[in-house]
Nanobody, 115 residues
Framework: VQLQASGGGLVQPGGSLGLSCAASGSIFSINIMGWYRQAPGKQRDLVATITRAGSRNYADSVKGRFTISRDNAKNTVYLQMNSLKPEDTAVYYC??????????WGQGTLVTVSS
């Protein structure tokens, strides 16, 4: 599975931004797709995941502000980020996991929340 992320950039606090990630390759083997993020000097943490069936999971820090969605026909996962805070600044990574628990990562995309 190959993942190609897009979106990201600079946004002011309180603003919104969207990310997308398209999968290619062995797409029918993908169960879970999601987003993780890594701030400078910190570990990579879960942001949100969504299963093929549409079950969602969010980190507590983004609940109510971020929304993950998925278009299985387009093999694409989206992350809509609202009410962004400076602490949301990080490199965001797209991830997929197959039914066989094989994980793949996309290239990171930088999100900077700053005035």
């Amino acid at each position: 599975v190959q993942l190609q992320a897009s979106g990201g950039g600079l946004v002011q606090p309180g603003g919104s931004l969207g990310l997308s990630c398209a999968a290619s390759g062995s797409i029918f083997s993908i169960n879970i797709m999601g987003w993780y993020r890594q701030a400078p000097g910190k570990q990579r943490d879960l942001v949100a995941t969504i299963t093929r069936a549409g079950s969602r999971n969010y980190a507590d820090s983004v609940k109510g502000r971020f929304t993950i969605s998925r278009d299985n026909a387009k093999n694409t996962v989206y992350l809509q980020m609202n009410s962004l805070k400076p602490e949301d600044t990080a490199v965001y990574y797209c991830n997929s996991k197959t039914y066989g628990e094989i994980s793949s990562w996309g290239q990171g995309t930088l999100v900077t929340v700053s005035s």
